[in-house]
Each structure stands twice: as structure tokens, then as C-alpha cells.
């Protein structure tokens, strides 16, 4: 959609503006098109006892309802049934950088995912029926984030959802518009920049709710440490998978360091040993961390990330005790690895690995030494050919006031999905701290990590939307599904 069509036409107020387009903004713009969920069972049945894996009552009601049992791998009919209803539709524009679909099409694509596959469905549009249409199976009931991202942007157009949709289009401010004298609803101001044919095209638009939607995947984590914007330094998986294209690791080459214990560094361990680069691999807690993401998945399950655990268990460098108390080691040296060397592995399988549990970065030097502190203090140097850096990454609010910092929990630190996210009702998903009514948030912003749990932002945004259309209009409209959802949670 052309946004400056939006411009011309004066005085027009957007209802609903949707900054972002990944399966939060996807999910809540089928809500706003009218697609409404009737129960077709007893609520309070299905309610009582009600608890799951996410701590939003709404999240885990509607996961409840739209895949039941779906944690005991069990695949119950919904008891919902969904009525196309256009008089209930709330005009809405969904903006996003890139393609329907939001962070999927920014990750590696050929990896499993770590969700099972209907647990990142949206209402609606079953991902099997459409991978079977596409004649392809799922592995183990996981799907690749390329089929992912494949089916939101089939799902968008599936939905007839694509007249709401602006992609190529990035928001670099929402700000407050002055309350007007006439009595007018109070509005924000939306604006930002399209791509059109190569260029970029200015855009301004007014409107009366906003809804923060933009994921949390925009700005890698840094270690803060010397030497990090030294170009053999990246942050992000993307720059390994160059590399490997431009032919730069190879069996020969000096080991790549990979710091982080997530599933992002797990995956670039895969696609180096894959490959027979030799790997270094730094993390700060230990093996048996119960935190450590490979102690909660089954292993049945996630093979692969099991076998990354195994590597970083069997093949660890210890690094020799301190001389005495208070004298420092000189750094030791560290050899690319082999199977023989460094390690605790007496029948090491995982050739050209080798982990550094309970260790941090000190610093990145100009030629390619690194240099590691273990937890009890010795120092230890490596020399590599490339780093890559995945801890983690924040969201960008660039274009709220003081980026935002000011919505989330805790006011004095920057939003993040898991320390700090932004502070909303749970029932409306309204944001506490917006400074004037209409601001919505949803997904990782607000601490919803996972597709599965993300709908029910989703829920709570249309129901309160729909709610206060209602209010306004001095209707009483008891919806026979939305409002009663809520209600059941918060009597
Ligand atoms: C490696 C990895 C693996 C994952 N595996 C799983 C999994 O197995 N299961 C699962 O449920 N979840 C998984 N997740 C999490 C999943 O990505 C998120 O739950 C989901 O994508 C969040 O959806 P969203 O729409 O809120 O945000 P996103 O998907 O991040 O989409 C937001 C979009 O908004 C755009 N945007 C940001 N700022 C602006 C702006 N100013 N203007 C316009 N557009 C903007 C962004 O570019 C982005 O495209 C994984 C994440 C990663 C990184």
C-alpha cells in the first residue's frame, strides 16, 4: 500500500496504526478485520483450572482455546469457531520494515525451529494443511524459519489482510498530537520513510491508537569490551553465513570464537563444525546451569541443540589452577583445537571444538587475539579468524520519546523482553506509562516471547479496542465471545 495516497487525503485519522509487521501485527490485524472468535463450548469449563507456561492470563486462555492440550503434544479441535463479521472491522494499517512476517525472515533459515510448528500458527490457517498443500513435511513437528515466514506472508494474503498492510515502511516517530479544542479524540502523529521504487519516501499520518509491535530482534547485544568494533568482531549470524559464502572459513583456518549460550550461538556452532571450521566457544555460566537454556529442552526433541550441550560438555578447557592466592597466571596460549588437545574428552567425537564455560571476553585485539578470563581469574589468548558475538539483542524505540525508556517496568533502565519490558495492563495490553491514552504494546516488547502466547495480546488489544469503540458510540455491545473472555479473568 502506497502510504502517501494516506497523506492526501486530509483530515483522515487512521482508527488503528500497527508499527510493525511480524506475527503480533499479523495476528492483530486478522482480530481487526472483523475474523471474531465465538465459543462453542462452556467457558467457564474450559477456564477452570486454567494455568500454562506464559504468566498473562489472556496469553494462556486464548492458547487454551485455540490449541487445548497442546502442551501434552495432544491435537484437540478448538472448541472456537470464527465468524467473518466485516461490520465489526476496525480500520487499521500495519507498517514494517520488511515482508509480512517480521523477525522469521530475518533468521537462519535452514535450522529447526524450537517451537513445535502449530504452536506458531495463526488462527484460522493450520501450518500443516498448508505445508501439505506444499507437499512438505515437518521434521519431528518443527518447521524451518524459511517455512515460517513463508506461511505469515501466504497467511497475510490467504486473510485478504494485504490492503492493510505497508511494507518497506519504517517508523521514525510517534509522538503525542496537542489535545484539540474542538473535543476531537485525542490522536498521535505517525512518521516515517517508505521505499518506493529505490527511493525513500516521506510519510505522515494521524492516528488514534498506536501499537507497538516491533519484536525485540533489531540491535545485537554488545559485550562492551575493547576492541568489539574491530571488523574480524560480528554480531550477528548473517555475517558467519557471509563469511562461509565468501569462502573465508575453511578446515585450515583459525578458529571462530562464538560468544553466548543461546540458541542463536548453538546454531552457529552447528553451521561452522558443519563446515569443519575449528571453534572457540565462550560463555559465562556453567554446563549444569539449570538457567542454561539446553538444561530445559527435551532431548527426544531438539537433537541438534543436545548435541551442541554434549560438545560444550565433553570438550571444555580447563584452564590450570592459579599459581597462589594472590599472584596472577601469565595469559596462557591456546592451540586451534583437535581432539587431543586442551580437553577433558578422552574419546572426543566433536573434532575442532572446544568450550570456555565460566569465562567473559576481556578484550579483542588487531591481530585476531582474543583474550578470556575464566570466572577464578586466569587469563587465557586465542588466536582466531573471526568472532561472532550472539548474547542476545534489544529492541530499538528510536522513535518513541527518550527511545522509550520511560514504558518499561523499570522507568530508569532500557526496554528489554526479559529484564525490562514494557508495562501494560494485562487484560488491555494498554501501556501504563504513554502519556495519553491509545498506546498499545505486544509480543517480546511486553515480555511475550513466543508465537504461541503473543495471540493473546492480540485478544486483549482488539477486545479493548472494540470495547471502547462501543463505549464511545454509547452502545452497550456484549460481543459474545470477547468480552466474556475477559470478564471471566478479571471478576
Ligand atoms: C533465532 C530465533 C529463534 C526463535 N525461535 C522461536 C521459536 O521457535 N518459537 C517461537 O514462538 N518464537 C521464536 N522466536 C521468537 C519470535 O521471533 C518472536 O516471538 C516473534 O517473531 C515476535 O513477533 P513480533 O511480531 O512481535 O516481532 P517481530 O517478528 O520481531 O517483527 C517485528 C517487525 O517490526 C519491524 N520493525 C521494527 N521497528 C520498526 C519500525 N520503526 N518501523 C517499521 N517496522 C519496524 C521489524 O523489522 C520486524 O520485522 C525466535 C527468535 C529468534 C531470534
Not at 26 to 55: F, V
Request: glycine share 8%.
Amino acid at each position: 500500500m502506497d502510504l502517501q495516497d494516506k497523506e492526501l487525503q486530509a483530515g483522515e485519522t487512521v482508527p488503528v496504526v500497527i508499527v510493525g509487521n511480524g506475527p503480533s501485527g499479523i495476528c492483530l490485524s486478522y482480530l481487526l478485520s472483523g475474523h471474531t472468535p465465538y465459543l462453542s463450548q462452556d467457558l467457564e469449563y474450559l477456564c477452570e483450572g486454567l494455568e500454562g507456561r506464559s504468566s498473562n492470563p489472556v496469553a494462556v486462555l486464548f492458547d487454551s482455546l485455540l490449541l487445548p492440550d497442546s502442551d501434552f503434544g495432544l491435537e484437540h479441535t478448538s472448541p472456537l469457531e470464527w465468524r467473518y463479521e466485516p461490520e465489526r472491522a476496525v480500520p487499521h494499517l500495519v507498517l514494517g520494515k520488511g515482508p509480512p512476517g517480521g523477525a522469521w525472515h530475518a533468521m537462519e533459515g535452514s535450522m529447526l525451529t524450537l517451537s513445535l510448528a502449530n504452536w506458531m500458527e495463526l488462527p484460522g490457517l493450520k501450518l500443516k494443511d498448508w505445508m501439505s498443500d506444499k507437499r512438505r513435511n515437518l521434521r519431528n513437528d518443527r518447521a524451518t524459519p524459511a517455512e515460517i515466514a513463508s506461511y505469515y506472508q501466504h497467511y497475510v494474503s490467504q486473510m485478504s489482510l494485504e490492503q492493510n498492510f505497508a511494507c518497506g515502511t519504517t517508523v521514525t516517530s510517534v509522538t503525542r498530537q496537542p489535545d484539540s479544542l474542538d473535543g476531537a479524540p485525542p490522536c498521535w502523529r505517525v512518521t516515517g520513510l517508505q521505499r518506493r521504487e529505490g527511493e525513500e519516501v516521506p510519510f505522515s499520518l494521524l492516528a488514534h491508537n498506536v501499537v507497538l509491535a516491533t519484536g525485540t530482534h533489531d540491535i545485537p547485544a554488545r559485550l562492551g569490551v575493547e576492541g568489539e568494533s574491530l571488523p574480524f568482531v560480528c554480531h550477528s549470524f548473517w555475517e558467519l553465513e557471509a563469511a562461509i559464502c565468501r569462502g573465508e572459513l575453511v578446515q585450515s583456518s583459525d578458529p571462530v570464537l562464538i560468544v553466548g549460550a543461546g540458541l542463536t550461538a548453538a546454531d552457529a556452532v552447528l553451521a561452522a563444525h558443519h563446515l569443519g571450521t575449528p571453534v572457540y566457544h565462550v560463555f559465562r555460566r556453567s554446563v549444569t546451569d539449570p538457567g542454561l537454556i539446553f538444561n530445559q529442552l527435551p532431548k527426544l526433541l531438539y537433537p541438534e541443540y543436545h548435541k551442541v550441550h554434549q560438545m560444550m560438555t565433553q570438550q571444555q578447557h580447563r584452564p590450570p589452577p592459579p599459581l597462589h592466592e594472590h599472584a596472577q597466571n601469565p595469559p596462557s596460549s591456546i592451540r586451534s583445537p583437535s581432539p587431543s588437545a586442551s580437553t577433558t574428552s578422552l574419546s572426543s567425537s566433536y573434532s575442532g571444538y572446544l568450550s570456555f564455560p565460566r569465562h567473559r571476553v576481556l578484550r579483542f585485539q588487531h591481530d585476531h587475539k582474543c583474550v578470556l578470563e575464566s570466572d577464578t581469574g586466569v587469563r587465557s589468548v586465542v588466536q582466531v579468524s573471526k568472532v561472532l558475538v550472539l548474547i542476545g539483542a534489544h529492541p530499538n524505540l528510536s522513535f518513541l520519546d527518550d527511545s522509550g525508556r520511560t514504558l518499561g517496568i523499570n522507568p530508569d533502565e532500557p526496554v528489554s523482553c526479559r529484564r525490562n519490558p514494557i508495562d501494560v495492563d494485562p487484560f488491555t495490553n494498554r501501556v501504563v506509562a504513554a502519556g495519553g491514552p491509545g498506546m498499545y504494546a505486544m509480543g517480546p516488547l511486553v515480555g511475550e516471547n513466543f508465537v504461541r502466547f503473543l495471540k493473546g495480546g492480540a485478544l486483549a488489544i482488539a477486545s479493548d479496542l472494540a470495547k471502547r469503540q462501543s463505549d464511545e458510540r454509547n452502545e452497550v455491545i456484549l460481543t459474545k465471545c470477547i468480552i466474556p473472555l475477559q470478564t471471566c479473568f478479571t471478576a
